[in-house]
């Protein structure tokens, strides 16, 4: 022991800074450390069963998002109470790890090349305080996660056997590296500069513990301690691509190949190439290698089971159980018909809501999955969601729209209406419409819908503004036939649409439904669309700030409830909301509301579809939420959301206390007369 | 085993018609076409034929202008072997007869087993030109089948009135027409549409085929009279309900 | 002119709408003649000549036989006009009549004016008039379009007539529709679920309108193909044919085979957003509206 003035810890103390030790010590550990990298390899060669896709493009912008997110743990966050205990943790981990980093930096360079000691004084008091607080500050948040799983035991929440090896060896980790540090302390500091134990004050009260113990016993247990723990991290390493704990690496690599595209936008696929012989996906060879990778990431936290809407009412859909089971197969059996192991009425059940991808700590990709397999049942074995969604798109096929109405009679509901239908107009190119409405087949043909359709019209001509419409040259835009799996026919429709729509040349399509929008806005652009598409909420915000809607503000109170296509596929919730603020709405918010929205259960191409399975219907759960806040009016902003409201509130029997209403209605009901 | 489908390219039934100038059939502009109904199940049936037994052929034919193409590729897709299109402008204008002849003459020489057709069309309804193609092959056929089966033979369920079926056996080579609800038609697969477009699709012009003039005469074709009789009520919901309910307390004696 | 009635029996039974021709053929003020093959045990009650074959040795369904017995009947009648009923009886053998005479065939007509035969088309949506360029011409005749308003009353003169039995299609038997125990024909009030009820999950709405009318539940045939009512709900040809007191028929188009099945009901109220469909040609009453929204405001406005 040296009795030095300044405050510095021997490397190696007591365990011999000598070849024998430090050769065994790195010997084994480059040993751990070849077998996590193998193991890795192991399961890398399994990602490689998937189709290749492109994840790396743009490196320095993924590595900083990776970054960003990995150090801040934002996405854990989402989930406030295991989130900021597990972020403290990692954190504490991040601080823990430095530590070691640093003592190697010395050790095996500084010191050993260049005789440079820096782990001593001001910043060894700082280094250790850090240690100290951040392994006791871990060993908390262990509890509390502890306690959390094992004795609360969350509804929903598997405990499995890695869970249970993971919490002891990390445990196991932390309290021996307390041990060391006490009993070291015990046989040097406590004796020799018991000033610098304050720096270290966990080990201080663990050493202080030890005082009457004799050196030798303290020297012997020491170097036990001190070679069970290097065992217990090196078993640590291995044990990393063996369990959940490989999500270090796993969630870290995906949160760098992150889909860079637009936000849920599906993968065009080639209709061309004639070389293709399968569509979507039934085995673990049609999943690309990302699919099969987010397996890895996954560490079954629940979080996307617990807020999917289906699996909230009883359908067997299970996100995660997607996730587990496409990586199931991979790893045991590649040639394993996925859908029946899933089950159609599954993957019929998801309203691509998209909250699961939203919440998910891993930044795993659940619906591109789902729709992948509706491909494969749609495209190769000719299988719908019912008869009914059949129907409605052997409808659409025909008459344009799922209703089968007569396409001829698409624009028939602008009778009466100052708008332009492009197609009757002589002057169309000459005297040009300032937008084109994309109406959409529920404003075209559905009467509750229609309203909102002529409220667009009389809103835009009150402003001043010029509407045109391509009326039966408009088919559906083709989102619930894409969603359902039917991409044939969806791409057959969107390239008719976009000729159309291109024929114009109109400066900018606006439309009333964040599915419309959606398509047109992402999914068309690859096909070809090149003109500027808004959603009808934004245009219309942007007149109301430039004073150009001649609208009379008038009191009231309502809840909004922001359709999942507009807030979460198009981050889309503010401008509706101002809007209502210059119409006077006091809005009382839903507990769940803008990115924690819950869907109204029509997504996905579920419009299409009747809801046969589990416990509730999602548009009557999304109504009692409604109900809970006491507004008497409930507003949206989607043709979709509009008619499962009104379905939802005559079965949650709740006329009399709450209607539902458009926006455009509220504002309709504020023009100044003129 | 060779099999005819016979079918039809009609007009969507939820279409808007308007009368042509001629005022002897509807404008085919603004229309959405379609394979008829009745013939669909027709396709259907020989597809499910093809995939219960091993070697059978099947053939699709349609009378029609250039637009029948589409049907005939549809009927490819859901399994159909080799289309025929029988290319003819004024087919709209042709009466059964007529259209059943250049069918006969085509199929004459080609020893169809089984010739699989819908009973009727959706839209002119008249139900004859299976049974007369049967005629003209001095073939057997049996009308509005509900049911196929094949095996040892064919039998089929006719469907009568009342709910009723009649079961009939019958040898090939037989006309059979298709009612409703005989099968479930498939939707087509994506392989299936790729597959069908290097099918073999032949065009045979039908004055290339011996025809017969037509035996009767269109002499207009109209919307019908209101019968005037119908009262229509419209307006508000609640307001239109009492209004039904005072009408049928005066009119009727149920309530 | 001179008509020949084809008449129809089933299951030893004359069929009532045989009486239709009758009423056809006096409406055209013609003389007639009637052709069928049945049973001497019942006879139609019409005065003029009646050609009798035996169902018995013919088999009620043997195309080529009966082909043969009317070519035989025309033959020695030379009527103008063969007259069918268009039943799966009539438009079975009719083309095959038609083909022999070289006749022309008109389907399902409904009326005769002036020389030319009206028949409907695209669902009954629009009709055509046709006038033959045959010497002789078959047609079928829509059942109900001619229904005499008399009662039947008469005693034909038989004359018996045999042909040829064998056949290329083998009757087997018959089948029963399953008995369901539902009979529509005694109910008095039938509310009827059509396709524009949407989907299954709307067909409360309407079984709760019956059930408050003290009613039964009637479909369309494409609800009953769909399976969202199960079929011995079906009204129609293929289903059951009804006359009840008080018909309301719920976002149905009013297909033909529909209205035949329907159109005697002693007072039609149609629920309909398309004032043009078919269903309108009978209904006394057509309530402009979709039916989700007024089928409940009735239901709870009835006490």
């Known amino acids: ?674 | 085993m060779k099999v005819l489908v016979c079918i039809k390219q009609v007009p969507d039934m939820e279409s808007k018609f308007k009368v042509n100038a001629q005022n002897n059939w509807f404008d085919e502009n603004d229309l959405a076409y379609r394979i008829n109904e009745y013939d669909e199940y027709a396709i259907e049936q020989a597809v499910q034929l093809k995939e219960q037994l091993s070697d059978v052929d099947v053939t699709v034919l349609c009378v029609g202008p250039t637009r029948v193409k589409e049907a005939l590729k549809k009927a490819l897709a859901m399994g159909c072997d080799r289309a025929v299109h029988i290319e003819d402008e004024e087919s709209y204008i042709k009466d059964s007869s007529q259209v059943a002849s250049l069918i006969a003459d085509f199929a004459k020489d080609k020893s169809y087993d089984i010739i699989f057709t819908g009973m009727q069309s959706q839209d002119r309804g008249s139900a004859q030109v299976g049974v007369i193609v049967s005629e003209l092959l001095n073939i057997a056929c049996v009308s509005t089948i509900a049911d196929f089966e094949y095996s040892d033979g064919i039998t089929v369920k006719r469907e009568l009135e009342g709910g009723l079926k009649s079961i009939i056996k019958v040898d090939t080579p037989v006309v059979l027409t298709c009612q409703l609800g005989l099968n479930t038609p498939r939707y087509p697969t994506l392989p299936n549409i790729m597959k069908a477009k290097k099918k073999e699709l032949i065009t045979i012009d039908s004055l290339e085929l011996s025809s017969i003039d037509s035996l009767n005469e269109t002499l207009n074709f109209y919307y019908p009279q209101k019968s005037g009789g119908s009262l229509i009520l419209e307006g508000d919901v609640p307001e239109l309900a009492d209004k039904l309910i005072a009408i049928l307390k005066e009119k009727t004696s149920v309530l | 002119m001179k008509i020949l009635l084809v008449g129809e029996y089933r299951e030893n039974k004359l069929l009532d709408v045989t009486y239709d021709l009758i009423g056809f053929a006096d409406k055209l003020e013609a003389d007639k003649v009637m052709l069928a093959v049945g049973y001497e045990e019942d006879i139609p009650k019409f005065d003029g000549k009646l050609y009798l074959a035996d169902a018995k040795a013919l088999g009620e369904y043997n195309p080529s036989a009966h082909k043969q017995l009317v070519l035989d009947v025309v033959e020695k009648e030379n009527p103008d006009l063969i007259v069918f009923i268009h039943s799966s009886f009539g438009w079975d053998l009719a083309p095959r009549v038609a083909t022999s005479l070289k006749a022309t065939q008109f389907t399902e007509v409904i009326d005769y004016k002036d020389n030319s035969f009206i028949v409907p088309s695209c669902n009954s949506k629009l009709r055509r008039d046709l006038k033959s360029k045959t010497s002789k011409t078959v047609i079928t005749i829509q059942a109900g379009a001619f229904t005499p308003l008399s009662e039947p009353q008469g005693m034909p003169s038989i004359e018996n007539i045999s042909a040829d039995a064998s056949s290329n299609v083998n009757f087997v038997a018959y089948e029963e529709a399953e008995a369901k125990g539902l009979d529509l024909t005694k109910a008095e009030i039938i509310v009827t679920a059509g396709r524009g009820v949407g989907k299954k999950d709307n067909i409360p709405i309407i079984q709760a309108l019956a059930d408050k009318l003290g009613g039964e539940l009637g479909a369309s045939r494409p609800v009953a193909d769909n399976a969202w009512v199960d079929q011995s709900h079906q009204v129609g040809t293929t289903g059951q044919t009804v006359s009840p007191k008080l018909y309301i028929a719920c976002g149905v188009s009013g297909a033909i085979q529909h209205l035949a099945g329907m159109k005697k009901s002693e007072f039609i109220v149609a629920v309909n957003t398309d004032k043009d469909a078919p269903i309108n040609e009978v209904a006394d009453i057509l309530v402009v509206a979709d039916v989700l929204q007024f089928v409940p405001a009735l239901t709870s406005k009835l006490s």
């Not at chain 1, 280094?127 to 996660?145: C, E, H, K, N, P």
Request: glycine share 6%.
């Open chain 1, 1 to 674: 022991m040296e009795n030095t003035n300044e405050i510095t810890r021997e490397v190696y103390w007591n365990v011999g800074n000598n070849a024998t030790t430090i050769g065994l010590m790195y010997f084994f550990t480059f040993l751990s450390m070849g077998l996590l990298v193998y193991l890795f390899y192991k399961r890398y060669k399994v990602y490689q069963l998937g189709r290749p896709l492109n994840r790396t493009d743009n490196l320095p912008q993924r590595v900083k998002y990776m970054l960003t997110n990995m150090m801040g743990q934002i996405r854990v966050k989402r989930n406030s109470r295991p989130g900021i205990a597990h972020s403290i943790f990692f954190w504490s981990f991040i601080v823990l790890f430095i530590g070691t980093f640093l003592v190697f930096i010395q050790a095996d360079i500084t010191d050993l090349l260049f005789d440079y000691v820096f782990l001593k004084g001001d910043f060894y008091k700082i280094y250790s305080l850090s240690l100290d607080i951040a392994g006791f500050v871990g060993i908390i948040m262990m509890t509390a996660l502890f306690v959390r799983r094992f004795v609360f035991r969350p509804k929903n929440l598997i405990t499995s056997r890695d869970d249970t090896i993971i919490h002891i060896l990390l445990y196991v980790i932390l309290i021996t590296g307390f041990l060391i540090e006490a009993v070291r302390m015990a046989a040097t500091e406590l004796i020799t500069n018991p000033e610098w134990m304050i720096f270290s004050p966990i080990g201080m009260v663990i050493a202080n513990m030890l005082s009457e113990v004799a050196s030798s016993t303290l020297l012997l247990t020491h170097k036990i301690l001190w070679w069970f723990h290097l065992f217990i991290v090196l078993a640590f390493f291995v044990v990393i691509p063996l369990t959940k704990l490989r999500h270090m690496f796993t969630i870290t690599a995906n949160y760098v190949f992150k889909d860079n595209g637009p936000t849920g936008k599906l993968v065009t696929l080639d209709m061309e190439d004639e070389n293709i012989e399968s569509f979507g996906a039934s085995t673990v060879k049609d999943f690309t290698w990302k699919d099969i990778f987010d397996a890895d990431a996954c560490i079954s936290c629940n979080r996307c089971e617990d807020i999917c809407p289906a699996n909230a009412t009883g359908k067997p859909l299970s996100p995660m159980s997607v996730i587990h089971k496409i990586g199931d197969a991979a790893f045991n059996d590649p040639d394993r018909n996925l859908v029946e192991d899933i089950g159609q009425d599954a993957i019929w059940s998801c309203t691509t809501c998209r909250a699961c991808e939203d919440i998910c700590p891993s930044g795993n990709e659940h619906v591109s999955k789902i729709v992948d397999i509706r491909r494969n049942l749609v495209l190769m074995e000719g299988e719908f969601a019912g008869e009914e969604v059949m129907k409605a798109m052997d409808n659409v096929e025909v008459n344009g729209n799922p209703m089968g109405l007569a396409l001829a009679s698409r624009g028939d509901w602008t009778e009466g209406l100052d708008v332009v239908i492009m197609g009757d107009s002589s002057d169309v190119l000459t005297n040009p419409v300032d937008v084109l409405y994309y109406v959409g087949c529920y404003a075209s043909f559905d009467a509750r819908n229609q309203k909102i359709a002529r409220n667009f019209v009389e809103i835009c001509n009150a402003s001043g503004i010029k509407v045109g419409i391509l009326g039966k040259e408009e088919k559906c835009c083709g989102e619930p036939i894409r969603k359902m799996g039917n991409e044939y026919l969806y791409q057959e429709l969107a390239k008719e649409n976009i000729e159309n729509l291109h024929k114009y040349n109109v400066l900018k399509i606006v439309t009333t439904c964040p599915h419309c929008f959606n398509t047109l806005n992402k999914d068309y652009r690859d096909l070809g669309l090149e003109t500027e598409v808004e959603h009808y909420t934004v245009f219309l915000d942007r007149l109301e700030k430039e004073k150009r809607i001649p609208m009379e503000e008038k009191e009231f109170d309502c809840t909004y409830h922001d359709s999942c296509y507009l807030v979460r596929h198009n981050d889309i919730d503010s401008e509706p909301r101002s809007l209502l603020d210059s119409a006077g709405a006091n809005i009382i918010e839903m507990a769940k509301s803008k990115k924690d929205t819950s869907c109204c259960g029509a997504g996905g191409g579920r419009i299409l579809a009747e809801e046969h399975l589990g416990n509730k219907k999602i548009n009557v759960d999304r109504v009692n939420m409604a109900q809970e806040t006491g507004a008497p009016t409930l507003i949206s902003n989607c043709p979709f959301c509009l008619t499962m409201f009104e379905d939802g509130i005559k079965m949650a029997d709740c006329e009399d206390s709450l209607v539902v209403k458009d926006l455009s209605e509220i504002i309709v009901e504020r023009l100044k007369k003129q």
